[in-house]
């Protein structure tokens, strides 16, 4: 019995013409789901296609029981999450005869009850606001206008007016200069053209006809159709989704010479770590060895620091010179060798940070991992050619980085634990209370940030969503769905990765994981220093420079998002990503190293900010690309922009701001590796 159901399944399934193996035979079924409609200036602001009264045919798509009219097709999550409501058409399409010329022509039309009052106030609205709405077939997406906002067109038409619209544009013209009052007119009858190639569709065209449209009245019948004509094309299968693409938008020179210099400013920091801070490492080893090497001289004698060593670093050996003890103190009252006991002290709120910097290491995995599976497109398919694709991505990669976030927050406390008060006392330490609770808050932290906060603002814009009836909404099961998700996935990954972590051997075969001791006393930090110095005066340069490295590509980002363009040069993201990591490292050991220089050894929160501090430029941007850039109104759309912008920025931040405390980290352990400290 059940190998005769899976044999049945098979032959169903072998045999079944749809959406997902885009290959059809003769008088095979083509379904047409129409998506949204919505106003054009506001992508978020989306709702059902039929919550306008349309009407469609009398097929046998919707007979008065079990039809499939209106139907909600099956979505993923990445689909919902996306926007995307495909309901069915309730139009006819049947695929043609593969040996015989196409059947042209094929009108399909139906006719609406007499219009109510709210009835035609939603299409008054929809002609004002500038809806648009938006069709699939087989997986390729049409668009088209509802209507008009128009003078009396009556005498604008005539018996050529066809499909010209000249005619409509001359007739607003001479009404706007009369300052006449436009009525709402709505197209009723459009052309679907779907060309195909053999077995499989190729391009699908929506033209809306202007000699079609129609004053909307209370108590008027509106007679909609659909005209479905079929054309051969020689256009292979893989190139269909080329048209969609705006090869010269995305491939403009300009977006060349911003990877161009981007990679210049690349360069230039390069040389600038290389010259100024190796150069100037080289000189303070040698004066710090020199200064040691003079502990025992006799007092009395005078010194000149700067020239005991010359350009390349090395001590001048003169035999008339004599140094003093009271020199060697001076050479070593300032500088960043005097933090050798501070340096590596732990970080003020320990568990806050090790959790920032395992989610940060997580979105680093997340954005690489997204990225090179959009590359490698061509491999498993592009993913701006399915819908909700890449966040479909995202849920994946971000379920399966979880492990990567318990890991680098875990280890990370364990680095810093034995340096804090509680781990350093030993009641502490004979106990182990301190040390567990402590580790419970960093897991939980780790567990909880990112979610908290994509969850409170996903239920904000949801419940405006909500109430606005958009397609935007998340229904209940999809949240449910998110919430398995989390709770069986990603929770215990990340739980398992803050226990390896934990128990992970840190710093080698030494038993002490850091170059130089920490003290027990803090040493202060002074106050008077250059405003090179302070951190506060540093930071936003370095947040300028990374954003600098990227606004470029930011904007076609932006654009992809929020203006109806297909995202698809993976590559030129690659490479500004690639930037933005050198970039954020190189600037924010600039900045570490003029704090260490001022003897200020907070450096883990500096390095962090560093880099983070992109965001705020990236934030801003936004609000400047939302002003100038677009023509975004209302209130379900202002709060989408800014909430998505604000969770952009937030994961810009912490990405950032991980990958700087990174190249910090590392920075400080080479440094002070070579000191000899006594």
Known sequence: MIKQLLTILVTILGARA??????????????????????????????????LPYCAPKTRHHPEKDGSFNALKAHTIGERLGGHALRHSGHDLIYPSLTTPAEMGILETCTTPPLTVEQVKLFATAAEDQWFYQMYVDDLPVWGMVGEMLPDLESAKGENFGNDLSHLEEAVAKHVEKRGEFKPYVYTKRTLQVSYNVDRIIKVDLTSEPASLTEVKVGIELKFELDIQWAKTNTPFHSRFDRYLDHAFFKHQIHWFSIFNSFMMVLFLMGLVALILLRTLRKDYARYALSHGRRDVEEGAEVNDEEDVDEDGKPHVNEGRHSTVGSTMGVEDSGWKQVHGDVFRAPKFLPLLAAVLGTGWQVVTLVMGVVLFAVAGPLHGEVHEERGEVLTA?????????????????????????????????????????????????????????????????????????????????????????????????????????????????????????????????????????????????????????FGSIFIELYYILTSLWNYKFYHVYGFLLGVYAILCLVVCMTTIIVVYFCLNSENYLWQWTSFYSGGSTAIYVFLYSIYYFVFKTSMHGLVQTSFYFGYMMLISLGMGTLCGTLGHWAANNFVRTIFQNVKVD
């Open 18 to 51: 749809d959406d997902y193996n885009h290959r059809y035979k003769e008088r095979d079924r083509v379904d047409l789901w129409v998506n949204k409609v919505g106003p054009y200036a506001n992508p978020q602001e989306a709702y059902e296609y039929y919550i």
């Open 394 to 546: 995202i849920l994946v990669f971000y379920s399966l980085s979880s492990i990567i976030a318990g890991y680098a927050s875990g280890s990370y406390f364990k680095l810093y634990y034995a340096t804090t008060t509680s781990g350093r006392s030993k009641a502490g330490a004979r106990t182990g209370v301190g040390e567990a609770t402590q580790w419970q808050l960093t897991m939980a932290l780790t567990v909880l940030f990112l979610p908290t906060i994509l969850g409170l603002v996903l239920s904000v814009l949801n419940g405006i969503a909500l109430i606005y009836v958009t397609i935007y909404y998340i229904p209940f099961v999809v949240l449910l769905k998110l919430l398995f998700l989390w709770v069986f996935v990603s929770v215990p990954l990340c739980i398992l990765g803050t226990l390896l972590g934990r128990h992970a051997k840190l710093g080698g075969k030494k038993s002490d994981p850091f170059p130089c001791r920490v003290n027990a006393i803090p040493r202060p930090i002074p106050e008077d220093v250059p405003w090179y110095g302070v951190p506060a005066n540093l930071i936003p340069f370095a947040g300028l420079l990374s």
